[in-house]
């Protein structure tokens, strides 16, 4: 599927031109990204504290794929591919705890390290050799408590994708080996993965859009997004204190400031400031309809009056702002009129420039169109 000359995003003379609507409505694009992309880079899959001890499993999808993750005796978190590899039965769902891990179709039994244990009858079969049958692992990695997985056995590293990322969020959020999740929340949006995507990545509309983030969290006239890596680097300053919705006060270094690190294509960690942790997990379920994951998360996951705070305001304001925005540009997307416009992308970056899109934009053609 090879674009028109016209369609790319490629820095150079005259202006750079936003992507045809294609790439956000095309059942087949979706499917493309579903094969491809979706199964080739790091994807969020649970959270670690939901693994404390040894046998405590969770189960996710990535790109179509049943998955789940299990803590071993040896404390280490592994995932699997969600299917016995004896007649393909699913072995696990939702969260729990277990020894080993039975599939319920003929009780053949696994490690918690994926290794076959035992199985009904299976010493009858002349030959049969137990130790050639593992559950097939996923490549994973651990990341400032949350479990992120790439499909791709052969994939780099995340410090490689992601460069310096671990080391500043460990910066921004000292206590994050504290955190657990206070809340997770569902916000269905009726448009495409990658408008949402768009929409969180500048911050050219948030002045005229988001009166409370802008005028009350973070100084907008100090806003820039740089490239990290595949990551996306958001920094500002908070706003003046007398004008702050909250107290920022927690003692830590960068208690005055707000940053976010989006990692491509669809995790994004944000610092509030005060070092409030948060997160986006973008899932995307078809051409038109995405579900974000909206993430907040306490000492310990008890009930943080400060926190609890942020997450309601955020959801009364910023989010829904957003989704009245994303669902807008979805059905603009379906018009004959709609003809891509040039993005405002200014060389000295700042907040009023579209240079993250850019990127973004880039990257999305190279997925599908290789």
Same mark, same amino acid.
């Given at each position: 599927?090879?674009?028109?000359?016209?369609?790319?995003?490629?820095?150079?003379?005259?202006?750079?031109?936003?992507?045809?609507?294609?790439?956000?409505?095309?059942?087949? !694009? =979706?499917?493309?990204?579903?094969?491809?992309?979706?199964?080739?880079?790091?994807? $969020?899959?649970?959270?670690?504290? /939901? +693994? &404390?001890?040894?046998?405590?499993?969770?189960?996710?999808?990535?790109?179509?794929?049943?998955?789940?993750?299990?803590?071993?005796?040896?404390?280490?978190?592994?995932?699997?591919?969600?299917?016995?590899?004896?007649?393909?039965?699913?072995?696990?769902?939702?969260?729990?705890?277990?020894?080993?891990?039975?599939?319920?179709?003929?009780?053949?039994?696994?490690?918690?390290?994926?290794?076959?244990?035992?199985?009904?009858?299976?010493?009858?079969?002349?030959?049969?050799?137990?130790?050639?049958?593992?559950?097939?692992?996923?490549?994973?990695?651990?990341?400032?408590?949350? !479990? =992120?997985?790439?499909?791709?056995?052969?994939?780099?590293?995340?410090?490689?994708? $992601?460069?310096?990322?671990?080391? /500043? +969020? &460990?910066?921004?959020?000292?206590?994050?080996?504290?955190?657990?999740?206070?809340?997770?929340?569902?916000?269905?949006?009726?448009?495409?993965?990658?408008?949402?995507?768009?929409?969180?990545?500048?911050?050219?509309?948030?002045?005229?859009?988001?009166?409370?983030?802008?005028?009350?969290?973070?100084?907008?006239?100090?806003?820039?997004?740089?490239?990290?890596?595949?990551?996306?680097?958001?920094?500002?300053?908070?706003?003046?204190?007398?004008?702050?919705?909250?107290?920022?006060?927690?003692?830590?270094?960068?208690?005055?400031?707000?940053?976010?690190?989006?990692?491509?294509?669809?995790?994004?960690?944000?610092?509030?400031?005060?070092?409030?942790?948060?997160?986006?997990?973008?899932?995307?379920?078809?051409?038109?309809?995405?579900?974000?994951?909206?993430?907040?998360?306490?000492?310990?996951?008890?009930?943080?009056?400060?926190?609890?705070?942020?997450?309601?305001?955020?959801?009364?304001?910023?989010?829904?702002?957003?989704?009245?925005?994303?669902?807008?540009?979805?059905?603009?997307?379906?018009?004959?009129?709609?003809?891509?416009?040039?993005?405002?992308?200014?060389?000295?970056?700042?907040?009023?420039?579209?240079?993250?899109?850019?990127?973004?934009?880039?990257?999305?053609?190279?997925?599908?169109?290789?």
């Amino acid at each position: 599927m090879m674009a028109s000359s016209s369609e790319a995003v490629v820095p150079g003379k005259g202006p750079i031109r936003s992507l045809t609507a294609r790439y956000y409505t095309d059942r087949q !694009v =979706f499917e493309v990204e579903s094969a491809g992309l979706l199964a080739q880079t790091w994807q $969020f899959g649970c959270h670690a504290s /939901e +693994l &404390e001890k040894a046998g405590d499993y969770a189960t996710f999808e990535i790109a179509g794929e049943s998955l789940f993750a299990i803590r071993g005796l040896d404390d280490k978190i592994r995932v699997f591919y969600n299917v016995c590899q004896h007649r393909a039965h699913q072995l696990v769902q939702g969260t729990g705890t277990t020894r080993v891990v039975v599939c319920p179709y003929h009780a053949w039994t696994y490690e918690l390290t994926g290794e076959l244990r035992a199985g009904p009858n299976i010493n009858a079969v002349e030959g049969f050799d137990k130790t050639g049958i593992c559950l097939t692992e996923v490549r994973t990695e651990e990341f400032v408590g949350f !479990v =992120f997985v790439n499909l791709d056995p052969d994939a780099a590293p995340m410090e490689k994708w $992601f460069p310096n990322v671990r080391a /500043e +969020l &460990e910066e921004w959020v000292p206590n994050w080996t504290e955190l657990k999740p206070l809340e997770w929340v569902d916000i269905p949006e009726r448009c495409n993965w990658k408008v949402s995507v768009e929409n969180y990545s500048e911050c050219y509309h948030c002045s005229l859009n988001h009166p409370t983030f802008a005028n009350g969290v973070v100084k907008p006239e100090t806003y820039d997004i740089q490239l990290q890596g595949k990551c996306l680097r958001h920094t500002t300053e908070c706003q003046s204190l007398e004008d702050m919705t909250y107290d920022v006060h927690s003692g830590f270094a960068h208690q005055y400031e707000y940053s976010s690190w989006f990692l491509w294509p669809m995790f994004s960690f944000q610092v509030y400031p005060g070092n409030v942790l948060n997160t986006y997990h973008w899932r995307a379920i078809d051409a038109d309809h995405v579900v974000v994951w909206r993430g907040w998360y306490s000492v310990g996951g008890v009930e943080d009056a400060k926190v609890r705070q942020l997450a309601v305001q955020d959801r009364e304001t910023t989010v829904e702002e957003d989704i009245h925005l994303v669902e807008s540009v979805q059905r603009g997307l379906g018009s004959r009129g709609y003809n891509p416009g040039p993005l405002v992308v200014d060389p000295k970056g700042g907040v009023n420039s579209e240079h993250p899109v850019m990127h973004l934009q880039r990257w999305m053609k190279e997925a599908i169109d290789g």
